[in-house]
């Protein structure tokens, strides 16, 4: 009881989270996507999945020794950073992608900004977008499901005319229960929704931005698309679900204002469908994201409500 009665000067904290509590959330809501990437892509998502969650830790706890700081390796945040990349990775990628891809996101874009927090963009969305600009031929060669590992097209390639003229769509059905090629993460977009609907329970994310990030993809596809076929496949094949729950709402590089994620999440939808539409490469998720993860502290800065008897 005299715990409850103590007074202090504000800010005032209303939560009992931690870091890892919140880590951990992610990780149980990613669960499903990753149980269902080793069903459909075997050993070579174990694989990946492994070495990316491995190589994650190990970068970090190399890099804060070497930086002299606090070893915070069991905050868990480097496992979500591994199992992150892991899912942008596809499954027919030699060993050694997620090795450089973790250590690039750990050292690079999270550590020599000072560490969780400070990182200016999302690590695991900077990897993939380095692997894929320094290794594009591995970094796009897509497998079909199973055992044989056929190569295989994405449906956004083939509804971007990427695949040649006898390629032919997947079932709705294949695409929402993830049984396609693509990334790791990426095929499952019903078991990445059950995921977030666990966060949003949890309020460790709020709607703003997933909700702004893929109904904008929804309006815009229906708009300019060929119909509500053609959104319906935009909806829930590529990265858009995995996105839009788990990396556009990276509490470090994402806005804090209630306006500024509204504004966020309409951007990455709007880059996203002008990329796919218009740009040379079928998925634009990535670079959506990283693009508004760049201008979230402007967002910040122009929507930051007034204080109460704030005066010029």
Request: proline share 5%; with cysteine.
């Amino acid at each position: 009881m005299e715990n409850k009665l103590l007074a202090s000067s504000s800010p005032h904290l209303r939560s009992d989270e931690t870091i890892s509590r919140v880590m951990l959330d992610v990780l149980i809501a990613l669960l499903p996507a990753t149980l269902a990437s080793v069903y459909f892509f075997r050993f070579n998502a174990i694989k990946l999945i492994v070495l990316a969650v491995a190589s994650a830790i190990v970068a970090e706890i190399i890099c804060q020794k070497a930086m002299k700081r606090p070893v915070t390796v069991k905050d868990l945040s480097a496992v979500v950073t591994g199992l992150l990349l892991a899912f942008n990775i596809p499954a027919s990628a030699p060993w050694w992608i997620p090795v450089i891809g973790s250590a690039f996101a750990i050292v690079v874009v999270k550590q020599l900004f000072g560490g969780l927090g400070h990182n200016f963009m999302n690590p695991a969305l900077a990897a993939r977008a380095m692997l894929l600009a320094s290794w594009p031929v591995i970094m796009t060669n897509w497998v079909s499901p199973g055992a044989d590992a056929v190569s295989t097209a994405t449906p956004l390639a083939i509804m971007a005319g990427d695949a040649g003229s006898d390629a032919i769509l997947p079932s709705l059905t294949d695409v929402f229960f993830g049984n396609i090629g693509g990334c790791l993460g990426e095929t499952s977009a019903a078991l990445l929704i059950l995921g977030g609907i666990y966060l949003l329970y949890r309020r460790v994310i709020n709607w703003r931005i997933p909700f702004m990030y893929i109904g904008t993809v929804a309006v815009l596809t229906l708009v300019f698309g060929l119909g509500f076929t053609d959104m319906t496949y935009h909806l829930f094949t590529g990265g858009l679900m995995l996105g839009a729950f788990y990396m556009a709402t990276d509490y470090s590089s994402s806005p804090v204002t209630p306006l500024g994620q509204i504004i966020f999440g309409v951007g990455c939808g709007i880059i996203t469908v002008a990329i796919r539409l218009k740009g040379g490469y079928p998925e634009g998720v990535s670079y959506s994201i990283i693009l508004m993860n760049l201008v979230a502290p402007l967002l910040d800065k122009y929507t930051r409500p007034k204080v109460f008897g704030e005066v010029k």
